[in-house]
T-cell receptor
């Protein structure tokens, strides 16, 4: 069990550029979540997948944000035309859902910190 | 808007004391509650989960849940400097699709 890994750990970009983050969940986990966290705030839900299906997307998420999990394993989060307000830590988490048993316990990666200049 | 409320702190306690962290939530039907610890610059890590009214103990940590009052707390006994971190309360709301809704966190400082 290597844990949840995220790449890159840090990204500095200029406003208007596109960025993509990758998340590799714990291998047997079927649920994958993306959260965003800014300084002094708790993580804010963005979207989540069960296997390859995107089950929910936050209403706060603009159309510039898109996430995929094409084979039910790793996931990518792309932000198009970045804005300074997108600067945050982007956290990926995974969990395992058994039929009828879902503790809701999430295991987080170390995060990808985005700075938009 | 379903909310999770925490006092942002900082909460300062002397080493060896009991630290008490509190959290309230808005959805009466919520069933699952979690406490995460987050060190500065690091990602959240799960400390405790609790699903039923009452107390749940794990080592120096005790989670307390009172669904009637919509209140969750975390007690840390024999506080150590290494406990200094931000503690995040998280709730899974009914019909929430199993996603966690987090509070803003309480910063705990354990002083020597």
């Amino acid at each position: 069990d290597t844990g949840v890994s995220q790449d890159p750990r840090h990204k500095i970009t200029k406003r208007g550029q596109n960025v993509t983050f990758r998340c590799d969940p714990i291998s047997e986990h079927n649920r994958l979540y993306w959260y965003r966290q800014t300084l002094g705030q708790g993580p804010e839900f963005l979207t989540y997948f069960q296997n390859e299906a995107q089950l929910e997307k936050s209403r706060l998420l603009s159309d510039r944000f898109s996430a995929e999990r094409p084979k039910g394993s790793f996931s990518t989060l792309e932000i198009q035309r970045t804005e300074q307000g997108d600067s945050a830590m982007y956290l990926c988490a995974s969990s395992l859902l058994f039929p009828g048993v879902d503790t809701g316990e999430l295991f987080f990666g170390e995060g990808s910190r985005l700075t938009v200049l | 808007q379903k909310e999770v409320e925490q006092n942002s702190g900082p909460l300062s306690v002397p080493e060896g004391a009991i630290a008490s962290l509190n959290c309230t939530y808005s959805d009466r039907g919520s069933q699952s509650f979690f406490w995460y610890r987050q060190y500065s610059g690091k990602s959240p890590e799960l400390i405790m989960s609790i699903y039923s009214n009452g107390d749940k103990e794990d080592g120096r940590f005790t989670a307390q849940l009172n669904k009637a009052s919509q209140y969750v707390s975390l007690l840390i006994r024999d506080s150590q400097p290494s406990d200094s971190a931000t503690y995040l309360c998280a709730v899974i709301y009914t019909g929430g699709g199993n996603k966690l809704t987090f509070g803003t966190g309480t910063q705990l400082k354990v002083e020597l």
